[in-house]
Nanobody, 116 residues
Framework: QVQLVESGGGLVQPGGSLRLSCAAS????????MNWYRQAPGKEREVVAL????????NYADSVKGRFTISRDNAVNMVYLQMNSLKPEDTAVYYCNLKLGYQDYWGQGTQVTVSS
């Protein structure tokens, strides 16, 4: 079955960096676009970034453009989110996401807290 396991979250000061990782299994990773979402307290879950199956195209939410970079390694079934110049408003639980047909698959999420 599909499994997505995020890691790399934590507490960081404003202006700092974190790198999130998502280990994927249970499907043909290299055939699928992968997404990162986040959900802040009291807010709806929102898409942060996506990367196509070969990594040839990426897209970002306006709020993170120029600061976040999504990447993937199809050899080891991993997708990453490099987050730089973090702001307090980036505080959220970050989720790795796969869409297969009409089904959404989610990891358990990893907490990112940006605070001084």
């Amino acid at each position: 079955q599909v499994q997505l396991v995020e890691s790399g979250g934590g507490l960081v000061q404003p202006g700092g960096s974190l790198r999130l990782s998502c280990a994927a299994s249970g499907f043909t990773f290299s055939y699928n676009t992968m997404n990162w979402y986040r959900q802040a307290p009291g807010k709806e879950r929102e898409v942060v970034a996506l990367i196509t199956r070969d990594g040839g195209w990426t897209n970002y939410a306006d709020s993170v453009k120029g600061r976040f970079t999504i990447s993937r390694d199809n050899a080891v079934n991993m997708v990453y989110l490099q987050m730089n110049s973090l702001k307090p408003e980036d505080t959220a639980v970050y989720y790795c996401n796969l869409k297969l047909g009409y089904q959404d698959y989610w990891g358990q999420g990893t907490q990112v807290t940006v605070s001084s």
